[in-house]
């Protein structure tokens, strides 16, 4: 199964309610094919937010992953679930979702990616890479020769995360490594243009 380089994770802003969607949007726009709905919402606002963006997703021809809920991925009609250390297991997410189902699985340390990919992951996220405050849990940033050796370690996709930007975008991509991106995307005044701006360094770096 092959995934789109760029894996964009939304930023907790739904309460924004149309304003979200349009972000949202305008991120395909400019190119995303893989997104990752990660908002703290009860089951039924989560539900609801989900099909919309579902219905944007697949008018662009995109993935959707939900984080944590395959419950929610599977009523929402969403590709697949994203599951962190508190979530039940990535063997138990592929009993719910089937083969077809995509599973990603958040790590931070090699030990950990190897597990995930053990236990039928189709991928991975890595980090923090750099230093960002969405991670100030994590402790230190793990930086791109971890991140580099993790991706020589297992044979599925892995995205780097956390404190990525168009500056040091090219230092992940060196290492074989994908990107997962938040505010460099979400939090500019043009989703669309950054989501361009971003993809090219990818094209590049396969140049």
């Keep these: 199964m092959r ?13 924004s ?13 400019g190119g995303v094919r893989l997104v990752q709905l990660r908002e703290n919402l009860c089951a039924r606002e989560l539900l609801e937010l989900a099909k919309s963006v579902r219905e944007l997703t697949e008018s662009f021809g995109a993935r959707l992953i939900i984080n944590d809920r395959a419950d929610i991925a599977l009523l929402s009609g969403a590709d697949g679930v994203h599951l962190t250390s508190k979530s039940y297991s990535a063997t138990y997410a592929r009993e ?7 599973i990603g699985v958040s790590t931070h340390s090699i030990d950990e990616a190897k597990a995930a990919e053990a236990a039928s ?7 923090p890479v750099f230093h960002t405050p969405s991670k100030t849990g994590y402790g230190e940033p793990l930086g791109v020769d971890e991140l ?3 991706v020589r370690s297992i044979s599925i996709p892995v995205y780097g995360l956390g404190g990525i930007n168009k500056g040091n975008l090219r230092q992940v991509l060196k290492t074989g ?3 997962a991106l938040i505010g460099a995307i979400l939090n500019s005044p043009d989703i669309e243009a950054s989501a361009r701006e971003l993809l090219k360094e990818f094209d590049s770096d396969t140049e």
């Design 3 to 15: 995934f789109p380089r760029l894996y964009l994770i939304t930023d907790g802003s739904a309460s």
């Design 17 to 29: 309610g149309d304003a979200f969607l349009k972000k949202i949007q305008a991120a395909l726009r």
């Design 96 to 102: 719910l979702l089937g083969k077809d189902g995509i």
């Design 121 to 127: 992951a189709d991928f991975i996220t890595f980090g």
């Design 148 to 150: 580099k050796k993790t």
């Design 177 to 179: 490594a994908n990107a």
